[in-house]
């Protein structure tokens, strides 16, 4: 057995295999890309929140840092909190975030981060699904595979920022200590990329592995007996900004409303997407 297939063979394992459709009940998250067959074939990686669970301790914050060098005054996820009620009365909420790796909207399947970035579409790309097919796609300064993991490529990138004033949710920055790829007298672009380099070998994401209370679930939306699956059917989830159209591809299961009462949106700056304790 090759090195390739075993790697093909782990992954399916730890994350679970790809059904041969779309459930009917979360059509709305929608397909990755606008080819049948990717929807078909490819995995559709999703992340479900579970609000019951987060204790904020932030062990996902610190293991994203780590796992993907990420500097000092820049975050890839983090945990917005907030108190109410009136002592000794009082409860706190957690709510963590991160890029919601979207869909796009009905009309084009593509993300605003994606339809903005002057370097999409780029360079030409295949992608191997777990049973063999190969979907050919194209990369960019960002892009999206058709797994629907949405990405950067800093070897195409300009440092222009557009991706980041795009996104409505916030989740992109400059990153410091990298140039871009294409203009290196501008700052490279940082943002969460659901661990792809460890998905692709069969692991979780990091944030993923070190939750203590479980509140991370990510699997494939495809695969009918994944978790991620199963919750969907279980639950009413929800996600972030519907207005928006994104069809974002992180969810929550949020019984006290924290989507309503915690989430602080996206301003001129960044602010919002900050985590104070890490």
Not at 27 to 39: D, F, N, T
Not at 258 to 277: M, N, Q
Request: charged share 25%; aromatic share 6%.
């Amino acid at each position: 057995m090759s090195t390739h297939e075993a790697k093909r063979i782990s992954r399916r394992r730890m994350l679970g295999a790809s059904g041969t459709a779309a459930l009917a009940g979360a059509a709305a998250v929608a397909a990755p890309g606008s080819q049948a067959e990717a929807a078909a074939a490819a995995p559709r990686w999703v992340m479900v929140m579970d609000l019951r669970r987060c204790v904020g301790c932030r062990a996902c914050t610190i293991s994203c840092k780590t796992e993907n060098s990420v500097p000092i005054g820049n975050w890839r996820t983090v945990v917005q909190e907030k108190v109410s009620g009136t002592f000794p009365n009082t409860k706190k909420g957690f709510l963590p975030l991160m890029c919601n790796h979207c869909e796009g909207n009905d009309k084009d399947k593509m993300p605003p981060c994606i339809k903005d970035c002057p370097q999409y579409p780029g360079e030409r790309a295949k992608y191997t699904t777990p049973d063999g097919k190969t979907i050919r796609y194209r990369t960019g300064g960002t892009y999206k595979r058709p797994d629907g993991m949405v990405l950067i490529d800093n070897a195409q990138c300009i440092g222009c920022g557009k991706c980041i004033t795009a996104c409505p949710y916030g989740v992109r920055s400059f990153n410091p200590l990298q140039k871009a790829g294409l203009k290196p007298e501008e700052k490279g672009v940082t943002k969460c990329s659901l661990c792809q380099h460890r998905v692709d070998n069969g692991v979780e994401p990091a944030c993923v592995n070190t939750c203590q209370g479980r509140a991370r679930i990510f699997g494939d939306l495809n695969d009918p007996s994944s978790e991620v699956a199963k919750l969907v059917k279980q639950h009413k989830l929800t996600a972030l900004l519907p207005d928006e159209g994104t069809k974002p591809h992180v969810f929550y299961i949020d019984p006290d409303n924290l989507l309503a009462t915690v989430y602080k949106k996206k301003t001129d700056s960044l602010d919002h997407f900050r985590d104070e304790i890490t």
